[in-house]
């Protein structure tokens, strides 16, 4: 008996160092923005240094509410929190990574990147201006494409939004109509068109809907090979969205002169850059409940920030620049406690 039972310790000993260890995981809430690549870098992360990411795209505005209420280890925001929210929630902003906002659209006979737009037009779009895809100005504006005789359907996030922020953001910085009107918020009052949820929803509805334009993050516009647009930039070149031109239009950011690194990255100056790029980042409790879940949000950001880059472009998002990873990293420990 004595025999037999050092055998079954044995073999059950065995068996438990065979498996492997379970993750450890860490829960995330909020922009749909960068769900693409935390989603990839959440796998990869998984086998490299055994953190599972369970994150759930609800929007900027929900991952706001979720970490200000403390039921997530961390909150996601495309749009950044305003700096007195931040210190009444005792909440520390860093930023992930960078990537675009593309406008989308659903034309007959019509390719990718074949229509040109400016963010005039587009205001005028989702004013109720313009109407038709025939009108006079986007014909003007497209000599050579035949632009067809079909309504207008502009779609909108229906959900509080980081990427509404940053295109009405844009829509603010380059239409005065805009900007009295309706301004830059996650949340407006659309004058035209119809909501989805989350940049899935509304590239679903564009896809669905002939005459249909809405504006997604770049990752969902390729993934399900929508009909993106040229944009006119601030140089006033017609750019097409590519990850050269998002980079040209993030090496101008001026991340020095941001408080809690919130970069505008707006219609940014150069002759090769797409006028809609932006930052999305992460709302980390400087009180952490759980001490040892708070670090292994900041080992997982810090492995991304180290390892990520190629998962990021594949994806044409864009790494941040080394100097605010070090700033972020000396932020953490810093004003992090635990």
């Known amino acids: 008996m004595r025999v037999s039972s050092y055998f079954t310790i044995s073999a059950l000993a065995l068996a438990l160092a065979a498996t492997p260890a379970l993750a450890q995981q860490i829960t995330g809430a909020g922009a749909t923005f960068p769900a693409p690549v935390y989603a990839k870098w959440g796998e990869a992360a998984k086998a490299a240094i055994g ?3 369970n994150y759930q795209a609800i929007g900027s505005g929900g991952g706001q509410n979720q970490i200000l209420n403390r039921t997530v280890d961390f909150g996601a925001s495309d749009a950044p929190m305003d700096g007195e ?3 009444s929630g005792n909440l ?9 906002v593309v406008p989308i659209v659903n034309l007959p006979g019509i390719e990718a990147d074949q229509v040109k737009l400016t963010g005039e037009l587009l205001a005028e779009i989702y004013l109720g201006k313009i109407t038709k895809w025939n009108d006079p100005k986007l014909v003007e504006m497209n000599k050579g494409v035949t632009l067809p005789n079909l309504a207008i359907a502009p779609v909108y996030r229906a959900d509080g939004s980081g990427t509404t922020f940053v295109f009405t953001s844009y829509l603010s910085a380059v239409s005065a109509d805009w900007k009295s009107g309706v301004g830059a918020s996650a949340s407006v009052k659309w004058v035209a068109g119809n909501g989805a ?4 929803g509304v590239a679903a509805t564009v896809r669905q809907v002939k005459g249909g334009i809405g504006y997604v993050e770049n990752a969902y516009a390729t993934q399900n090979k929508l009909t993106t647009t040229q944009l006119r930039n601030k140089a006033g070149s017609f750019v097409k969205p590519t990850l050269a031109a998002f980079v040209a239009a993030a090496d101008n950011g001026d991340w020095k002169a941001a408080p ?6 707006i219609d940014m100056q150069g002759a090769t850059s797409w006028p809609i790029v932006s930052a999305t980042f992460i709302l980390l409790p400087k009180d952490p409940k759980d001490p040892a879940r708070s670090a292994n949000v900041m080992k997982f950001f810090d492995w991304a920030y180290k390892n990520g880059a190629d998962i990021a472009k594949g994806l044409d998002y864009i790494a941040l620049p080394t100097a605010v990873q070090d700033a972020v990293r000396a932020s953490w420990k810093a004003d992090i406690k635990g």
């Open 260 to 265: 809690n690194y919130a970069v505008s990255l």
């Open 51 to 53: 953190l599972e990411l």
């Open 85 to 87: 929210k931040l210190k």
């Open 197 to 200: 949820k989350g940049n899935d």
């Open 92 to 100: 520390l902003q860093f930023p992930a990574v960078m990537g675009a």
